[in-house]
């Protein structure tokens, strides 16, 4: 999604927005421009479709100097991903703004300044904003007032960043809804739209609250709340950079993702299972509360949801419901009394989630818990518990070490819920023996990568495929099915396994592969009598199957022989086997794996 760079320094600039919006790049995004204020006052501005590599060809051939500058990658939402709708947009040779986020009434803003006679470059929402801020600028407002004046005629999320040819010691910078950071330097200071972007010029970091409008200089910043009133905001400082950034012998940062597992697992484990402070020290008192858990979450994160109502309901034993964020904000829910709402997110920024936690706010909530990646991130803020995963930045926009770390986080919350009663049930000596197990079962399961590779092989010419599970491990088909349609743009669904007769067994043929994912749980039987109904129609089976589970190889049956495991490490090791496959299937079909087309990722507007 749309993601922002704002420079103000002694220093030339240009490299550093450059190097910022690279950084942005895992976002996702589909155009990319630098717009900065030169040595003689002069608006420079420079925009393309396509990546940020066709911007630094064009710098390279025309550079660009100063000590300001704003930079924007865009991620279409109004009009196509042009140059004409690239950000930054400009008023005349006057201002130049970027804009994260959406502006819900832009046409009836646009509307009335095409009647005061302003002409419009672009069909995005975002050009509204800069001729608002001409108005105001022209009309002798500073452009802190112009920025303070026009944000409360704008209905929608924004983060944005503006600078003015005629005031080049500052830039202005405001966030509502979307998110935004200052990064605090020595003679410099920047902004992002998450601290990875200027990583490499700072370690400190100031987090911008809701309404807050920032001015960055040499010297520092000015920092202003909603009502307009000073308002001060702690620093933080981060430790060195994470080698997550960093490929090293990998092609692609999904794979390399995909192997830091055993890694990340064993840090995000390497927390004690049963001391529920690691959700925050108010997390003791919380969960004596709980008597029933709601979960919100989106697309990958909404998978780990699911399988965690598994746990829940069986190990805790109190009601547990899952529901995609973007349906739950718009709809009517009943909340059961002694609630704990749970979130769940790899970015910390995802709209929906985050505006579904804000609304799910009543008298029977006793508690709002983020299962979260990204430290400080929007979601994070607005809850009373935090788990914070250790999976380390994740670059690639299919989600792979952030999803297994939330697993993991979830199992530790059923493990602590558990504690005032139905742990018994959960024994306590197998759960930690289970978990402490993970990190080499994920590298046994590694291990079998050429075997899937092979397997992937039979898939790059279909343009369907089905998955199907049982149980818990249903929202792993769901999970296996998400990463091969959004990374191989193969068309995939997921169905537990004894739905296939009540309607999708009429797409079976020999052109549909069948995805089966067949732990050796009390369902096999019913899986395998479900897995015959295939075969028996001609579809083409790739069973993921407990080496236990007595599967063998045969005409149109591909077997996986994957280690045994219990249900506990089950999702995570057969989620591992299936982040594979799609690799694979992707690498062969030549798609972008880490940038798959119209994905972003940190999905901050609706
Ligand atoms: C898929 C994927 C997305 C995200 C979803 C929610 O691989 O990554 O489906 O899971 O956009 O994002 P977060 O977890 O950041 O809230």
Do not use: W
């Given at each position: 999604m749309c993601g922002i760079v704002a420079a103000m320094a002694k220093r030339e600039v240009a490299d550093i927005l450059l190097e910022g919006l690279r950084r942005l790049e895992y976002r996702g995004y589909d155009s990319a421009g630098i717009a900065m204020i030169d040595h003689d006052g002069g608006l420079q501005l420079h925009k393309y479709s396509g990546k940020v590599a066709i911007l630094e060809q064009a710098l390279a051939l025309e550079p660009m100097q100063g000590g300001i500058g704003i930079a924007h990658t865009r991620w279409a939402t109004h009009g196509q991903p042009n140059a004409l709708n690239a950000h930054p947009h400009v008023a005349g040779n006057r201002l130049a703004l970027v804009h994260n986020g959406i502006i819900e009434n832009h046409q009836a803003l646009r509307q009335q300044l095409e009647a005061d006679d302003t002409a419009f470059l672009s069909e995005t929402d975002t050009e509204v904003i800069v001729h608002l801020l001409a108005k105001a600028v022209n009309g002798g407002a500073t452009l802190l007032a112009a920025v303070q004046q026009v944000i409360p005629q704008l209905n929608g999320a924004y983060a944005l960043a503006v600078i003015d040819t005629e005031n080049p010691e500052q830039v202005v910078v405001a966030r509502q809804g979307s998110p935004l950071v200052l990064g605090v330097g020595i003679g410099e200071t920047f902004a992002g739209s998450d601290t990875l972007?200027?990583?490499?010029?700072?370690?400190?970091?100031?987090?911008?609250?809701?309404?807050?409008?920032?001015?960055?200089?040499?010297?520092?910043?000015?920092?202003?709340?909603?009502?307009?009133?000073?308002?001060?905001?702690?620093?933080?400082?981060?430790?060195?950079?994470?080698?997550s950034q960093v490929l090293g012998d990998y092609d692609h940062y999904m794979l390399k993702e995909i192997h830091e597992q055993p890694a990340r697992l064993a840090d995000t484990l390497a927390l004690d299972p049963l001391d529920c402070t690691v959700f925050g020290p108010r997390a003791a008192a919380i969960f004596g509360?709980?008597?029933?858990?709601?979960?919100?979450?989106c697309?990958?994160?909404?998978?780990?949801?699911?399988?965690?109502?598994?746990w829940i309901e069986q190990y805790v034993g109190i009601p547990c419901q899952v529901e995609v964020a973007s349906e739950y904000r718009y709809r009517q829910s009943v909340t059961l009394p002694g609630t704990l709402i749970v979130t769940i997110s790899q970015s910390g920024e995802t709209a929906d989630t985050l505006a579904a936690l804000k609304i799910a706010d009543n008298d029977h909530?006793?508690?709002?818990?983020?299962?979260?990646?990204?430290?400080?991130?929007a979601i994070v803020r607005a809850s009373?518990?935090?788990?914070?995963?250790?999976?380390?930045?994740?670059?690639?926009?299919?989600?792979?070490k952030a999803f297994t770390t939330q697993l993991?986080?979830?199992?530790?919350?059923?493990?602590n819920l558990g504690r005032n009663g139905a742990l018994s049930t959960l024994n306590n000596e197998r759960f930690c023996a289970t978990l402490r197990g993970m990190p080499d079962a994920v590298a046994q399961v590694l291990a079998l990568e050429p075997t899937i590779k092979a397997m992937a092989a039979h898939f790059t010419l279909k343009h369907h495929a089905l998955f199907l599970g049982r149980g818990i491990y249903h929202p792993i088909a769901m999970e296996g099915a998400l990463k091969l349609k959004e990374i191989s743009y193969i068309h995939a669904e997921a169905y537990p396994a004894g739905e296939l007769k009540h309607g999708p067994l009429a797409l079976v043929d020999d052109d549909m592969p069948v995805v089966a994912v067949a732990p050796n749980d009390e369902l096999l039987e019913k899986l395998r009598s479900n897995l015959e109904e295939v075969r028996a129609r001609g579809g083409e089976l790739f069973v993921f199957a407990d080496e236990a589970a007595g599967f063998t190889a045969g005409e149109g049956v591909h077997v996986l022989p994957m280690p045994h495991c219990s249900d506990m490490a089950g999702p995570v090791i057969y989620t591992v086997a299936l982040q594979l496959l799609s690799y694979y299937v992707a690498l062969a079909k030549?798609?972008?794996?880490?940038?798959?087309?119209?994905?972003?990722k940190s999905v901050t507007v609706e």
């Open positions: 972007a200027l990583r490499s010029v700072t370690d400190t970091f100031v987090y911008l609250e809701e309404g807050d409008v920032a001015v960055l200089e040499v010297a520092g910043y000015q920092l202003f709340a909603a009502n307009g009133e000073p308002v001060e905001r702690p620093k933080t400082r981060l430790e060195a950079e994470h080698e509360q709980v008597s029933a858990v709601q979960i919100l979450a697309g990958t994160s909404y998978h780990a949801g699911l399988v965690a109502r598994h909530i006793v508690g709002r818990l983020a299962i979260c990646n990204v430290d400080h991130s009373d518990l935090v788990f914070l995963t250790r999976a380390g930045a994740e670059i690639g926009v299919a989600s792979t993991v986080a979830l199992q530790l919350l059923a493990a030549g798609t972008d794996v880490d940038k798959p087309r119209n994905l972003a």
